[in-house]
């Protein structure tokens, strides 16, 4: 009797304490395409239990004025959706978020609040090295000269 009540209580015990949170860092480049192809850099950290995950990005997109493309800066807090493991490597997410954004092409400046959804992967590279291919749809608040604003990029991503 005492070993089913001691392993009844290490199943309650595991049951109620938090699972180990992970976190990861990814340094990204790739391209804003709306209304033309400018280069986008920038830095996301995340963390998470399991399935759900919470994350901050930082984007940068330059300015083209031949296409009267506008330069965005944006910073949004995300809310992550992922499989719990990995399948052959390759550990799929979608990705919904909301933040602020700033938007300059020559004199007009225009801040902004933005809406974005979106997914991608984390392809296992060597140990905790990653490489994240992640795809998002902005939706720029009132004001903005281009919205909805498509984004696809690939960085080099950190689990620790």
Do not use: W
Not at 63 to 89: K, W, Y
């Amino acid at each position: 009797m005492t070993r089913i009540r001691a392993a009844g209580l290490a199943a309650l015990l595991c049951i109620l304490l938090p699972a180990t949170a992970r976190a990861d860092a990814t340094l990204f480049v790739g391209a804003l395409t709306t209304p033309a192809n400018r280069l986008t850099r920038g830095l996301a950290i995340g963390a998470g239990l399991l399935v759900v995950g919470v994350g901050f990005e930082y984007a940068d997109t330059v300015e083209d004025p031949s296409v009267d493309a506008p330069a965005i800066r944006s910073g949004t807090g995300n809310l992550l959706l992922q499989t719990p493991v990995a399948f052959m490597g390759i550990q799929p997410y979608f990705i919904t978020g909301a933040g602020l954004y700033r938007e300059s092409l020559g004199p007009h400046h225009h801040t902004g609040f933005a809406l974005d959804t979106g997914g991608g992967v984390k392809i296992a590279l060597v140990g905790p090295l990653r490489l994240r291919v992640d795809y998002r749809i902005f939706k720029l608040g009132s004001g903005a000269l281009y919205s909805p604003a498509h984004r696809i990029y690939a960085g080099v991503n950190l689990k620790f």
